[in-house]
């Protein structure tokens, strides 16, 4: 059998329950859910990095963003001659493109070969967005603002993100539309950004969802029982007073943004469908990470909610591993990384995470590991935090944030309390579980998270 090739779409910020084939009953997304229809469907995928560039270095690098030193939006790979998911599959005769957004600097393409550019960083290294310091009291005692972003929350035609996009699809269409079966194997990224903010939309799509989408459901006293962490974190993004008003209308704009972006996939996908390569085509659809939409009073991402941290996943190759299947168990984007390199027939290096679903996607009695982890050390804390799901329970690590600040932990029961308002951390009856999935997330990630976090200090407070 030829290699197949490999349609990898990536949009950026896509809360992975706004979907119809995610059960959203609101947002219209008929392109996503019949790619789901053809394909199949994981619940629950996980980011490495609930943040852009950390999470697209991750996965270009295949190895967790303190492995590869993926810590913040200012983060390049140390080299452009690594061994990434391009270069591994261009030994197996793959042409590798990239249309549009990966967050990749100027200068470091990591062996793909560009089509539509989006460059994140100059060819001078931006400095690192330090640490929050609490220690003088300032920051805590500083009034609270609202960022400036919820200004970019209103209905119009003029929108960089569907500018961007637009273009997107025009070049990927051409790859396609240009592709012969006998032709080598090609690995194409279409990397969209919508949904992100700022949230324009042309007015069709926002009144698709006027006074329709409901509004986040927050139990009282939620806020104020917040980790320190995400206390400061809601302060220093500038989301902490945001009105009621708002956040109805980004919810709104946000759905209606959704809807956009899914008939640019269907442009994609019609192209594909036409296509004298569509039936020996894997077509891909994730994120890079969620988007909170106001739910737990966050917005953007950088939490390890399910809102920002989880991210959708559809994998589509009809013709081996059949149509309208679901997966319930945790992965992890490596884990794709890992699967599309095993399709390929490439050697995967010894040292990337993540583990091949290959066999977890031809037969369903395969055994599964179960379990993802996610890291965050960007900006906007005062101490890096990491996560690991395994089967019903998530487990978070807050690192210690200075003497009169220590570690701080969250356990939620996933199946019972999916939308995470009840922290089982004190209760005894979990000791054993925490104490199991603290041990798994060190073996992950090579060492303690609080050495990960000395670390990062170390090379973000230069």
């Known amino acids: 059998m030829n290699k197949p090739n490999i349609l990898f779409i990536m949009s950026d910020e896509h809360n992975a329950s706004v979907m119809g084939t995610a059960g959203d009953k609101i947002v219209k997304t008929p392109n996503l859910d019949q790619l789901a229809h053809e394909g199949v469907v994981f619940d629950n995928c996980y980011t490495p990095s609930p943040i852009c560039v950390p999470a697209r270095l991750s996965i270009t690098?295949?190895?967790?963003?303190?492995?590869?030193?993926?810590?913040?939006?200012?983060?390049?790979?140390?080299?452009?001659?690594?061994?990434?998911?391009?270069?591994?599959?261009?030994?197996?005769?793959?042409?590798?493109?990239?249309?549009?957004?990966?967050?990749?600097?100027?200068?470091?393409?990591?062996?793909?070969?560009?089509?539509?550019?989006?460059?994140?960083?100059?060819?001078?290294?931006?400095?690192?967005?330090?640490?929050?310091?609490?220690?003088d009291g300032e920051f805590e005692s500083r009034e609270s603002e609202l960022s400036p972003r919820f200004d970019k929350f209103y209905v119009g035609d003029d929108n960089r993100v569907m500018d961007h996009d637009r273009k997107v699809t025009e070049i990927c269409c051409d790859v396609i539309n240009n592709r012969k079966k006998e032709d080598s194997p090609f690995f194409l990224i279409a990397g969209y950004l919508a949904p992100h903010f700022p949230l324009i939309v042309p007015e069709k799509y926002y009144e698709m969802y006027r006074d329709k989408v409901p509004m986040p459901v927050i139990p009282e006293n939620h806020i104020e029982s917040f980790p320190k962490h995400y206390k400061v974190m809601q302060k220093a993004f500038k989301n902490d007073q945001v009105d009621s008003s708002i956040t109805k209308k980004g919810r709104e704009l946000y759905y209606g943004l959704v809807t956009w972006f899914d008939e640019e996939v269907g442009k994609l996908l019609d192209s594909l469908n036409d296509s004298e390569i569509k039936e020996n085509t894997i077509v891909i659809y994730t994120s890079d990470h969620g988007e909170n939409m106001g739910e737990h009073g966050l917005w953007w991402k950088n939490s390890m909610y399910d809102c920002s941290v989880k991210v959708p996943l559809i994998v589509s190759w009809p013709k081996r591993w059949g149509q309208g299947i679901r997966k319930t168990e945790i992965c992890n984007l490596l884990d794709i990384i890992q699967t599309i390199c095993d399709v390929a027939g490439a050697d995967i290096p010894p040292d990337w995470d993540g583990n091949s679903m290959v066999d977890f996607l031809d037969d369903e009695n395969s055994p599964w590991k179960d379990y993802a982890v996610s890291e965050y050390y960007a900006h906007g804390i005062a101490a890096g935090h990491c996560m690991i799901r395994k089967g019903d329970y998530k487990y978070v690590y807050f690192n210690k944030i200075d003497e009169n600040n220590g570690e701080e932990r969250q356990l939620f029961n996933m199946k019972d309390d999916p939308n995470e308002f009840n922290n089982l951390i004190k209760d005894p009856q979990y000791k054993d579980t925490v104490h199991e999935l603290h041990d798994l997330l060190v073996k992950e990630l090579g060492r303690e998270p609080s050495e990960v976090e000395k670390e990062s200090r170390e090379i973000i407070n230069r």
């Open 61 to 135: 690098a295949g190895k967790y963003i303190s492995k590869c030193g993926a810590w913040s939006n200012e983060s390049m790979l140390e080299s452009d001659n690594i061994t990434s998911i391009a270069t591994v599959l261009s030994k197996q005769g793959y042409d590798c493109y990239l249309g549009g957004k990966m967050h990749y600097s100027k200068e470091r393409r990591y062996g793909m070969d560009e089509l539509y550019p989006f460059w994140t960083n100059t060819n001078i290294r931006k400095p690192y967005n330090k640490r929050i310091d609490l220690t």
